[in-house]
């Protein structure tokens, strides 16, 4: 069951001007539901006239019309058939003023003519037109002080007016306008004036009298002669009269007509007087027939006349509509037009049926201007559906509203295809081969500048990396992103006026209208999808050539030729502006998602966006990767040292920010989603390849510590980094680059790691789990092997000549000799690990203990070793050795592990048991080696207190 329409809201009247006039003023009237046509309108009633014979309407909100002899103050009343009977804020106010007879007027005036007071009889030059009369008073306003306000009058006398020379005049109203600020005496003077003219004007008469007594007497006595003589005249000698003269005239005429005709003259009197007056009346024509012929002429001409002026609408009509036309008044045209049909439509009238015909010719010859205009592009929504909306109100043969959809989807077709063949061509030609512009305007750079490298020696400030753009950024745009922008204005422009005006079309809202034989032509609908579908495949094709021309490999070779093989440039885009291209594409595809399309076009828009946020991740994570095992280029060796993370270069930081700053960019460009966009980590596929490149994106950061630990001499600083000292230009060693990337391992093992995963898991990137322990794993690996390879490094100079210094001067455990003091070769020994401990505290103080401990525990074996393949010690010999690992135990206490305190202890255990007599002995030297090697064992003590 259909719901009732609606009922329109009525009339409603809130403003006119002017508010007030004498009858026919043109008047304009605005407000709300005013008709939807001039046969809409019904009635105007302005003062209680009727007005709408000379309304005209303009549109649903305004009306023109003229005011009728209305008198005071009234509504404004406008019916419509649509919307019934309705209501005015506003009021109008008509006055009557007097017309001249010399003076236009819209509306009928009265031919009783209007003689003023002062026009004599006597008076041979009194002009049609009387000027202005002065003051009745005879007073200047030149005391007042502005003007009396005209709406206070209005309220104080509805009905009265200041005019002398209209019937309402009021006194206190022309005193009040004219003379509000004269003093009483000068009142006083007026009213003394007005009397005088008064007293002058009603002794006219007598005066005119005076002057012209005699004349006035010799016209008596004319007068009175003739009198006397017609007197004389009614009887004469025979006491006859006139009429019996005329009768006897009569009859002799007669008497010789009827003797012509043989008849009896007193046989019929009153046939005798008809004949008479016949024949009078036959001579009297033929003396004024030219004087009557000419009276008929001039009224035949009066009435052409009348009936030119009475129809000079349809007579002007051609001329109106051609200029109408040139002006653009395209709706003053049409509500002609249709005024002209509904009032000569069905006439028989040949002239007007001609009149018609020229009107409606000059009709189809507008028609075809606004179709052609129509189809005339670019041309905005607005614009299209006027026109339209004039061809549909001027019965235009055909459908205008399809034939403007048919040839919009055509154009922007044509369009976008030109647009791809204009930068295809360009991206072939040779002159771009250099990639530079020659003028500064011509200069562009990505809207997001990615990866920022941080500059030795000051952490934390940013700047781009110099092989990353060469000639200081400065490179011509590519081809393609300009293509992508372009295409993507073009669909962002012109689309949705396409889509809109065919929802309009098949909606019904295009024109409105309340004839019920306009119908819907909904066949079309489906047709008109397969049209925008047509459009929006393009679209996404084109887009996808670009960037993506593997996921049209599927469509055959004939339907890709088309969309150009971008895969041919010769000029490689670089990954930076890809963001730049993604945001227009989705920013495209957010606008025309926005315009409720079928769901075919919208799984299209939806597909070409989830594809270019996954290839713009993609590509973005492996730019990453490549900058993260490019960043040895950057190393400068510079260390920094604090309590909470060791010593570390800048290396650690700069990972952190491509990686956090890489995260942060895709949240924005791909991992955000608009409503009607799909979640980025919505499929499998999309998941499992983050998650490789998450993994492949932390690990790539082991092989580029590995790389500057084993071969850092083969990179050095880049030379545009001005702030790098030469000292700072030096390469170190092998042995201290080990420590210095082990150093930055452990600070990105035990730190940067942990906040890298946390920033994923805010990014909501999936199993991150999985990522922390593939990362976690792979810089275990390295910091092992690092760790290793440094032990070996360090371990190697203490350890080595350890068994040659400890024979040297040819010593042997089995002699007699007294024990004076630890020998040489463990000081040496002490002194390779303070050496070691000195390098890694001033590089990392973490791993002071992990470097020292395995330090110890390899000189701890090789002494085990070497004191195991010493068969027999003597007494002296026994204590000896025992006051040397009793010395070594002391001097490395806090870095001996369980390995290494068992080596010492084994060869505790292989020496002769200590005598008595010798254990003071031992007491003294112990001491003595403490305080001699107390400065050098400093350190020792130190971390003691640190641990």
């Excluded at 998450?694 to 545009?720: H, M, R, V």
């Amino acid at each position: 069951m259909q719901a009732a329409p609606r009922k329109k809201n009525p009339p409603l009247v809130t403003g006119i001007s002017p508010k007030e006039g004498p009858p026919g003023t043109r008047v304009t009237i605005r407000g709300e539901n005013l008709g939807t046509s001039t046969k809409d309108v019904i009635s105007v009633m302005i003062c209680g006239v009727e007005c709408v014979m000379s309304t005209e309407w303009k549109t649903s909100s305004k009306l023109i019309a003229r005011t009728g002899p209305g008198k005071g103050k009234g509504d404004i009343i406008v019916k419509t058939q649509s919307s019934g009977q309705g209501s005015s804020n506003v009021g109008f106010r008509g006055y009557f003023v007097q017309t001249g007879p010399l003076q236009e007027s819209a509306v009928w005036v009265s031919e009783t003519q209007w003689v003023p007071p002062t026009m004599e009889r006597s008076s041979m030059s009194t002009p049609l037109v009387i000027a202005q009369v002065d003051d009745p008073l005879g007073l200047s306003d030149e005391g007042n002080q502005g003007k009396f306000p005209e709406d206070e009058l209005l309220e104080l006398f509805p009905e009265g007016s200041g005019d002398t020379s209209l019937e309402n005049f009021t006194p206190t109203w022309f005193l009040l306008e004219n003379h509000h600020g004269t003093g009483f005496d000068d009142l006083k003077a007026g009213l003394a004036y007005l009397k005088r003219k008064s007293d002058q004007r009603s002794e006219g008469p007598k005066a005119f009298v005076k002057t012209n007594l005699n004349t006035i007497m010799e016209c008596q006595h004319v007068l009175a002669d003739v009198h006397c003589k017609l007197m004389a005249d009614n009887t004469d000698t025979n006491n006859s009269s006139i009429t019996d003269d005329l009768e006897k005239l009569l009859q002799s005429f007669y008497f010789f007509s009827r003797t012509q005709n043989k008849t009896n003259i007193k046989s019929d009197k009153s046939g005798y007087l008809h004949v008479c007056i016949s024949d009078a009346n036959k001579c009297a024509d033929s003396l004024f027939q030219d004087v009557l012929g000419r009276k008929d002429s001039a009224d035949a001409t009066r009435n052409a006349l009348h009936v030119l002026h009475r129809f000079k609408f349809l007579f002007y009509l051609p001329l109106n509509i051609e200029r109408n036309i040139k002006k653009g008044d395209y709706d003053i045209v049409i509500n002609d037009f249709a005024r002209a049909k509904s009032l000569f439509g069905d006439t028989d009238v040949q002239v007007f049926k001609k009149m018609l015909d020229e009107v409606e010719r000059r009709i189809k010859d507008f028609q075809d201007v606004l179709h052609d205009k129509l189809l005339l592009l670019p041309s905005n929504l607005s614009e299209q559906k006027r026109l339209i909306r004039f061809l549909v109100e001027l019965e235009y043969a055909g459908d205008p509203a399809w034939d403007c959809l048919n040839n919009q989807q055509q154009w922007l077709i044509d369009l976008l295809m030109d647009c791809k063949t204009d930068y295809y061509t360009k991206d072939k030609t040779k002159y771009l081969e250099d990639g530079l512009y020659t003028t500064a305007e011509e200069i562009r750079v990505p809207t997001t500048q990615r990866h920022l490298f941080v500059k030795p020696g000051k952490q934390g400030s940013l700047t781009r990396s110099p092989d990353q753009t060469p000639a200081g950024w400065r490179f011509k745009t590519p081809q393609k992103v300009l293509y992508i922008e372009e295409l993507t204005d073009i669909m962002a422009e012109s689309f949705p006026d396409l889509w809109k005006l065919g929802h309009a079309y098949f909606s019904g809202t295009l024109i409105e209208t309340n004839e019920k034989d306009k119908k819907i032509d909904t066949t079309k609908h489906s047709t008109f999808k397969k049209m925008t579908g047509e459009v929006v495949s393009l679209f996404s094709n084109l887009s996808r050539a670009v960037f993506m021309p593997e996921s049209i490999e599927s469509l055959p070779s004939k339907q890709r030729e088309p969309f150009g093989d971008w895969s041919k440039s010769k000029h490689e885009m670089p990954p930076s502006w890809l963001p730049h291209c993604a945001r227009y594409i989705r920013s495209c595809v957010s606008t025309l998602s926005s315009l409720d399309l079928p769901s075919d076009a919208q799984d299209v828009l939806s597909d070409l966006s989830y594809d270019m946020r996954t290839h713009c991740m993609v590509v973005l994570l492996k730019q990453a990767v490549s900058d993260i095992e490019s960043l040895h280029s950057h190393e400068a060796w510079n260390v920094e040292v604090d309590d909470v993370n060791g010593g570390t270069t800048q290396l650690p930081v700069l990972f952190e920010n491509i990686v956090n700053e890489t995260v942060q960019h895709l949240h924005e460009l791909v991992t955000l989603h608009g409503t009607k966009e799909a979640e980025i980590f919505s499929q499998r596929t999309v998941q499992k390849e983050v998650n490789y490149l998450c993994t492949s994106l932390l690990s790539a950061f082991t092989k580029c510590l590995q790389e500057l630990a084993y071969d850092g001499d083969k990179f050095s600083p880049k030379e545009e980094d001005d702030d790098i000292s030469e000292a700072e230009e030096v390469v170190p060693p092998l042995d201290k680059r080990l420590i210095i990337m082990l150093s930055n391992c452990n600070h990105v093992l035990n730190t940067v790691i942990y906040r890298v995963i946390e920033n994923l898991e805010k990014h909501k990137y999936p199993e991150t789990n999985k990522v922390f322990t593939e990362a976690s794993k792979s810089f275990k690996q390295l910091d092992e092997k690092l760790f290793s390879a440094y032990i070996e490094e360090k371990s190697n100079p203490v350890v080595g000549p350890l068994e040659q210094n400890l024979y040297s001067g040819k010593y042997d455990f089995k002699q007699f000799v007294k024990p004076t003091g630890v020998r040489s070769y463990l000081k040496f020994a002490l002194m390779g690990i303070i050496q070691v401990h000195a390098e890694v505290f001033s590089i990392s103080p973490v791993l002071l203990s992990r470097v020292l401990c395995q330090v110890v525990e390899n000189l701890t074996s090789e002494l085990s070793r070497l004191f195991h393949c010493v068969h027999n010690f003597s007494n002296n010999g026994g204590l000896q050795a025992r006051l040397e690992m009793l010395a070594f135990n002391d001097a490395i206490e806090i870095y001996k592990t369980e390995a290494s305190s068992q080596h010492i202890q084994d060869v505790l255990n292989r020496l002769p048991s200590l005598r008595s007599e010798d254990r003071g002995l031992l007491e003294e030297l112990l001491n003595k080696f403490k305080s001699n090697m107390k400065f050098q064992l400093m350190c020792f003590h130190s971390d003691s207190l640190v641990n």
